[in-house]
């Protein structure tokens, strides 16, 4: 039927146009003309635009496919198509910022916990929005409301319903908090674009929005916060990070490190070690005497003693990454003996770039810091191994970040009482990190001002 011919209707609407007379089709016709993928693929989104006359444009795009423009949509130029393509480019836009703008409400009922969202999206296009949050939160049960549909997550299958007005979901919930304390956290002042920033969250949406809250606040705080982080110092070791990574090209190219003074004396690099995927990563301070032989962290006597301890708690080595945060001994010779030296916090800052990429690659779901100079590789020298140990903190490398003791502090320990409170701590304190990876502890709250 040529597109002249043909009249579209909003769905549900009743017509006498025709009466008897409607044009009856039989839809089991042997003819199937060849459409290419490509016009499914504009017409799966361009069909969900809220254009009037988006049947129309889909259908006489289709006609002219099929009746000797093989190739029309190669022509961009050409106003059908490039109409067709506007519309599908709305809808996929329209979806990506549902995906990124939708934040949900928690709602405590008689059937159990809910999260609700409400947003206005341009286009009616929860069909193709809900996937989305689907596969993200497949155990939530969660509504997504718009003024034209709503959807809702029952843990087995998407419902769609009517739409609803913004009064019917909640304004916010008591995880409001939590998450602007992670986004505060996240948020990058040297990344501040404002007129990107307004073109891509358009002001529609910042009601439903909680971060808009703080956006104003952290706005001001940017320009300060960006000349601190200018004047931070570089991790020199950046220079001989490879191209690729991967643990293998890690450790390859951190054998070649001449970032700071410390690969001179030392025998070899000692890189981390474990498989790369780990959801538990331990960060010790810099390999001793042992460890610098055999070129493998935690080795030594300080090993043994992180492996019964890892034992006690019910964790298996095998499991874990273990790393340092300076990846090179540093010691003092006297006579036969190498004696073990802190590292100053230049190579510290300098040896960070591997330790940065290491958790890149693996990205743990838990890091226990063994001691100050790890923990302080992280969070600056204002850390306090005293003060914050065995807290669970937020922070931006992992879901749970905590501090602890050094396995070789309980070799050190001046007596036998403080050697056993040592180690009773140590093994508390990563009974609690595997407690957390077992789900049973809440998500952290706090956080520290990173470095
Ligand atoms: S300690 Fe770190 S930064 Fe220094 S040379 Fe070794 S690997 Fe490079």
């Not at 016709?29 to 361009?46: S, T």
């Not at 889909?58 to 099929?66: G, S």
């Not at 709503?150 to 319903?161: A, E, F, K, N, P």
């Not at 009482?417 to 140590?426: G, S």
Request: proline fraction near 9%; hydrophobic fraction near 40%.
């Amino acid at each position: 039927m040529p597109p002249e011919r043909v009249v579209w209707q909003p769905p549900g609407a009743q017509t006498e146009l025709f009466g008897d007379d409607a044009p009856s089709f039989d839809t089991n016709l042997d003819y199937r003309p060849p459409v290419p993928r490509a016009y499914f693929e504009l017409a799966e989104q361009a069909v969900y635009h809220r254009s009037p006359q988006r049947y129309d444009a889909l259908y006489r795009l289709l006609y002219r496919l099929v009746n000797g423009e093989p190739e029309l949509l190669e022509v961009a130029s050409d106003p059908e198509v490039s109409r067709v393509r506007s519309l599908s480019q709305a809808v996929r836009r329209d979806v990506h910022k549902t995906h990124a703008f939708v934040r949900f409400r928690r709602v405590e009922s008689e059937e159990g916990e809910r999260f609700v969202a409400w947003h206005r999206p341009d286009h009616p296009i929860l069909e193709l929005a809900a996937p989305f949050f689907r596969d993200r939160f497949p155990n939530m049960c969660w509504s997504i409301l718009t003024p034209d549909e709503s959807c809702y997550w029952d843990g087995q299958r998407l419902l769609y319903g009517p739409g609803a007005p913004r009064s019917a979901a909640p304004e916010s919930d008591e995880l409001e908090e939590l998450f602007l304390t992670y986004y505060r956290s996240i948020f990058n002042p040297a990344r501040l674009n404002l007129p990107a920033m307004q073109a891509e969250m358009p002001a529609k949406h910042w009601s439903t929005l909680p971060e808009a809250r703080v956006m104003g606040e952290l706005m001001r705080e940017s320009p300060e916060r960006v000349r601190e982080m200018l004047e931070a110092p570089k991790s020199a070791a950046q220079a001989f990070l490879p191209r690729t990574e991967t643990l293998p090209e890690l450790t390859r190219a951190a054998k070649s490190c001449e970032a700071c003074p410390l690969h001179e004396p030392a025998t070899q690099v000692v890189f981390g070690e474990g498989p790369d995927r780990a959801e538990l990563m331990l960060v010790g301070e810099q390999p001793g005497d042992e460890e610098d032989l055999q070129g493998r962290p935690f080795v030594g006597p300080a090993g043994k003693v992180l492996d019964e301890a890892l034992a006690q708690a019910g964790i298996s080595r095998a499991g874990v990454y273990v790393t340092n945060a300076v990846k090179h001994f540093k010691f003092e010779p006297r006579g036969k003996r190498r004696l073990h030296q802190r590292p100053r916090v230049g190579e510290v800052v300098a040896c960070r770039a591997w330790l940065d990429a290491e958790l890149r690659v693996v990205k743990p779901r838990v890091i226990v810091c063994l001691g100050n100079t790890a923990a302080q590789s992280f969070v600056g020298s204002r850390f306090n191994l005293q003060r914050y140990r065995g807290r669970i903190f937020q922070q931006p490398w992992a879901e749970a970040w905590l501090a602890t003791y050094h396995p070789a502090a309980i070799l050190r320990a001046p007596t036998a009482e403080a050697r056993a409170e040592t180690w009773t701590t140590l093994v508390a304190d990563l009974r609690k990190a595997r407690a957390f990876l077992l789900g049973e502890l809440a998500t952290p709250t706090e956080s520290l001002e990173s470095r």
